[in-house]
């Protein structure tokens, strides 16, 4: 099956700070890549839609300006958390998918953040 | 809106024993996707199985089957022969038709696999 790359798996960064995850689609082109969250023990909740070389589509309640989403290239889109704080220390996994039709959405590893 | 429903927040089955997993759903769109994830202790989400709103069999995957019962919105989960490394935690979701669009998931069953 198609492989979708994330990085990094585990990061623990300062409050404040800014950190960027990444990714990527390794042998397909991923015309579209959702990002979710999960918080320990619950579902995962899709934080926003980002289609190649358009702005991200951000779900209801989601801070645009604070989980910053760039889909620059078919195979790869980033997601920048801005300003971390302690309540933003989540399970964030990434999805893509292709041009054609198939029936599945390839998940990356997922990264655990960690702000203290 | 779309709404997926898991009501076992956790299962227990013995080794080489079937399991079943419960999901129901709920959509007013008339074509849609069904998906089994997979997610380990490690939290990747493995693709099981997809289960296509117009498809006549049910869908099965080596030791995954789907029991999908349109009119009862209902698309169960059943494992046969179970191994300790089905030990996870299982999702079911849907989409529009055609995979594209995106996920709703339920809230998941912890499988639990024992000797």
């Known amino acids: 099956g198609a492989v979708v790359s994330q990085h990094p798996s585990r990061v623990i960064c300062k409050s404040g700070t800014s950190v960027k995850i990444e990714c990527r689609s390794l042998?397909?082109?991923?015309?579209?890549m959702f990002w979710y969250r999960q918080f320990p023990k619950q579902s995962l909740m899709l934080m926003a839609t980002?289609?190649?070389?358009?702005?991200?589509?951000?779900e209801q309640g989601v801070e645009k300006d604070k989980f910053l989403i760039n889909h620059a290239s078919l195979t790869l889109s980033t997601l920048t958390v801005t300003s971390a704080h302690p309540e933003d220390s989540s399970f964030y996994i990434c999805?893509?998918?292709?041009?054609?039709?198939?029936?599945?959405?390839?998940f990356g590893q997922g990264t655990r953040l960690t702000v203290v | 809106a779309q709404k997926i429903t898991q009501t076992q927040p956790g299962m227990f089955v013995q080794e080489k024993e079937a399991v079943t997993l419960d999901c129901t759903y709920d959509t007013s769109d008339p074509s849609y996707g069904l998906f089994w994830y997979k997610q380990p202790s490690s939290g990747e989400m493995i693709f099981l199985i997809y289960?296509?709103?117009?498809?006549?069999q049910n869908a099965t995957e080596g030791r995954y089957s789907l029991n999908f019962q349109k009119a009862r919105k209902s698309a169960n989960l059943v494992i046969s022969a179970s191994q300790l490394g089905d030990s996870a935690m299982y999702f079911c979701?849907?989409?529009?038709?055609?995979?594209?669009?995106?996920?709703?998931f339920g809230t998941g069953t912890q499988l639990k696999v024992e000797l």
């Open positions: 289960q296509g709103s117009y498809d006549q």
């Open positions: 980002s289609n190649e070389g358009s702005k991200a589509t951000y």
């Open positions: 042998d397909f082109q991923a015309t579209t």
């Open positions: 979701a849907m989409t529009k038709e055609g995979g594209g669009n995106k996920l709703t």
């Open positions: 999805s893509a998918r292709g041009a054609g039709a198939i029936s599945e959405a390839f």
